[in-house]
């Protein structure tokens, strides 16, 4: 099946920050007008950290463009970030492959974007704590969602989208039977969090632990 997932914007805001954009302009509106109309000191501090507040929710949903390698082998980063685990590990859909993970601060931009081009065959969802995105019992405790992807050359790989400390919303708008390419969005996590991906043993990281990525943009490891 084809369908829209999530639909490329030139905005430079995605939709999904909308509402609490909206949120946070009206409450500091309605202190800034307050502060004004009684010379109140005691509404003005509070009414200068919400618009910090808004500034912030506006930077935290920006919405960049990106563009992907052009070699179709790469896969490229499902998200912005660092880098804070690659190696070997087990996946209990994949087995034994290789893994690599990616921290996002509140400073990142949290829309994650597919890593490589293929079919979804199969999303899961698991209830969790709320650890450090960090902390590497993140990966098995924390709340999760991920997608199995199939590529056309018959290899599976899997992207889970994890809960942080922070982040407690997890969104993916990508369900089993879809069709996804490559450097496309596909969900978002608000505030703090991690994705983890799992890909094929045979696969040698392009990346190392401390380095920062680009989602959609920066190779992971090839698939040739």
């Not at 930077?59 to 052009?70: D, I, Q, V, W, Y």
Request: aromatic share 10%; net charge neutral; hydrophobic share 45%.
């Amino acid at each position: 099946m084809q369908r829209e997932i999530m639909r490329p914007s030139p905005l430079l805001i995605t939709p999904e920050g909308y509402p609490y954009i909206a949120y946070s302009a009206g409450l500091f509106l309605l202190l800034a007008s307050g502060a004004w109309l009684f010379s109140s000191a005691i509404l003005a501090v509070p009414a200068i950290i919400v618009l910090g507040l808004c500034l912030f929710t506006i930077s935290f949903f920006r919405n960049p463009r990106r563009t992907a390698p052009a070699d179709p082998t790469l896969v490229v980063a499902p998200a912005d970030g660092t880098v804070v685990y690659v190696g070997p590990a087990q996946q209990e859909l994949l087995g034994e492959c290789c893994k690599i993970s990616i921290f996002m601060s509140v400073f990142n931009v949290h829309i994650n974007w597919v890593p490589f081009s293929g079919n979804v065959i199969d999303r899961f969802y698991r209830q969790g704590r709320f650890l450090d995105a960090r902390d590497p019992r993140s990966s098995s405790e924390n709340e999760q969602l991920g997608l199995v992807l199939e590529t056309d050359g018959g290899e599976r790989l899997v992207a889970v989208q994890i809960a942080g400390l922070v982040a407690r919303r997890i969104i993916c708008y990508a369900e089993p039977g879809d069709r996804l390419e490559r450097g496309t969005r596909y969900g978002l996590i608000r505030f703090g969090s991690r994705v983890d991906l799992y890909l094929p043993s045979r696969v040698s990281p392009l990346v190392k632990t401390g380095e920062t990525t680009v989602a959609g943009e920066t190779p992971l490891a090839s698939l040739a």
